[in-house]
């Protein structure tokens, strides 16, 4: 009898050993997985901080190049949010950021533009790696951009596609006006890349537009037109790649420039009634600002423009306090 | 048998003191942690309104060249009349409220004359916490072409 209890005993304490190490290699599994999903939000909530305050710095201080070591892992950035992983931040509305969708690597290059259109209204940010190249066929307007570019960019002027060589690099080609990307067939190298690797925007500087290309085999499609304002929106278009992420830029663009418009229009009026009694008065226009300011109406925004900027000429040379 | 249930209790026991201290720090570096993000927020909405085009001078050469540390006194006047009159309260409770959230934005001109103009308020009335930035500023007069001195003051509610 006790032999048999003895048996049911032994039997007994390998259930309960097995029952109890199980419990316990689920309990510090579930903890070690616990705690590796909160040391990646923590990487993720970090990178997205650091991301904010660079953004926030670059944006403040124009005309800065910044190549920034992060982490090995992959950044998805869209017009309106910046995430890593799981984890999104909100991109806010006075920000206006020119970015591939993903940047993966070990560094991040930040280089800030101011945009004056006649006056200040807002600092683009471009965000680009080392991966990409800027392909710029040669013009006069293609030099202009060409030398716009810093130094820590890659970027390459060239005559002819065929005079490409191999890089490694990502590839985004600028044509300027009678330069189409459909009339060209990329290199074998180019051809064999994959189609999301080489993008290409065509400026027609003529009627202010950029068309947006996507590769196919070793030629260009096109995939969709968009206006543009300045200089600082071709490279705008060159770096975002995508003509989603541009227009969404844009008409953030646009809203600012509303807004700093009506801080114009309403300076001007006040300048227009300090200057009643005297011949400065009739260069303080309040014309130009009557201007809808939205992508869809880009001629009268260039013609206010260009108003604004022969009545601020005036001002000056009759020693009159300028609009902008 | 019995040593093993009470050997397994203690283990379990020990465990549970082990995860209270651990969930007790990891929510002290929390809580700092959220502070120190405060305050980069406070700084960057500091930093935001130093270099806001709406009212920074800007040379009169060039409209690209603007001019550190310095507003002009009719874009400040401007803005504040557009962002206080109630036909714009859109811009100011989506497109301002979007880049400084809950705080006050005050400018004081302290020389050679007074005056002062609040170009946002947006505060909350249950805010855990306060940070408030002030930054010496010179105010460009374009009537009189003078330059006086300011403060700008942003208060920043968490």
């Known amino acids: 009898m006790s032999s048999r209890k003895g048996v049911i005993d032994v039997q007994f304490n390998w259930v309960f050993i097995l029952i109890a190490?199980?419990?316990?290699?689920?309990?510090?599994g579930s903890v070690v997985l616990k705690l590796k999903d909160n040391s990646e939000t923590n990487i993720a909530n970090n990178i997205l901080t650091n991301m904010q305050t660079i953004m926030s710095g670059a944006e403040v201080s124009a005309n800065t190049v910044n190549p920034i070591s992060i982490p090995d892992t992959e950044i998805k950035v869209s017009c309106n949010s910046i995430s890593v992983g799981s984890i999104t931040s909100d991109i806010t509305k006075n920000k206006i950021v020119f970015a591939p969708d993903l940047i993966k690597g070990r560094t991040m290059i930040t280089w800030s533009l101011s945009w004056a259109y006649p006056y200040h209204i807002s600092n683009f940010l471009y965000i680009t790696t080392p991966d990409f190249k800027y392909v710029i066929m040669d013009s006069d307007k293609g030099k202009e951009i060409y030398s716009m570019l810093p130094t820590g960019i890659n970027k390459e002027l060239i005559d002819d596609v065929s005079s490409?060589?191999?890089?490694?690099?990502?590839?985004?080609?600028?044509?300027?006006?009678?330069?189409?990307?459909?009339?060209?067939?990329l290199p074998d190298f180019a051809g064999n890349m994959k189609d999301k690797e080489v993008v290409a925007v065509h400026v027609d500087s003529l009627n202010n537009e950029i068309e947006f290309y996507k590769k196919s085999g070793i030629r260009f499609e096109p995939v969709r037109k968009m206006p543009y304002l300045g200089n600082?929106?071709?490279i705008g278009a060159m770096f975002s790649q995508d003509a989603e992420n541009y227009k969404c830029n844009m008409e953030k663009a646009m809203e600012k420039m509303n807004i700093v418009s009506m801080v114009y229009r309403k300076r001007?009026?006040?300048?227009?009634?300090?200057?009643?009694?005297?011949?400065?008065?009739?260069?303080?226009?309040?014309?130009?600002?009557?201007?809808?300011?939205n992508i869809n109406n880009i001629g009268d925004i260039k013609d206010s423009k260009e108003s604004l900027e022969k009545y601020n000429n005036y001002l000056q040379s009759s020693s009159c306090p300028t609009i902008y | 048998m019995f040593e093993t249930i009470a050997v397994l209790l203690i283990f379990f026991v020990l465990i549970g003191f082990g995860l209270i201290f651990y969930a007790r720090v990891a929510n002290t570096s929390v809580s700092d942690a959220s502070k120190e993000q405060f305050q980069l927020k406070a700084i960057q909405t500091a930093q935001l309104v130093s270099f806001l085009p709406e009212l920074q001078c800007t040379s009169s050469t060039s409209a690209n060249i603007v001019v550190d540390d310095c507003f002009d006194v009719l874009k400040v006047e401007a803005l504040s009349s557009i962002l206080n009159d109630s036909s714009n309260q859109k811009i100011k409770n989506e497109y301002y409220f979007d880049s400084f959230g809950f705080s006050k934005i005050h400018i004081k001109k302290i020389y050679p004359s007074v005056s002062e103009w609040t170009i946002y308020e947006r505060t909350k009335t249950n805010s855990r916490a306060l940070s408030s930035i002030k930054v010496p500023v010179s105010l460009y007069d374009a009537v009189s072409n003078s330059y006086g001195f300011g403060v700008l003051t942003v208060e920043v509610y968490d």
């Open chain 1, 268 to 293: 001007t009026e006040i300048l227009r009634e300090e200057y009643s009694n005297t011949i400065c008065r009739s260069y303080y226009p309040l014309t130009p600002f009557t201007v809808d300011y």
């Open chain 1, 232 to 234: 600082e929106m071709i």
């Open chain 1, 21 to 28: 190490g199980v419990l316990i290699l689920l309990f510090f």
């Open chain 1, 164 to 185: 490409l060589r191999k890089t490694g690099h990502k590839l985004s080609f600028v044509f300027f006006d009678n330069v189409y990307p459909e009339d060209i067939s």
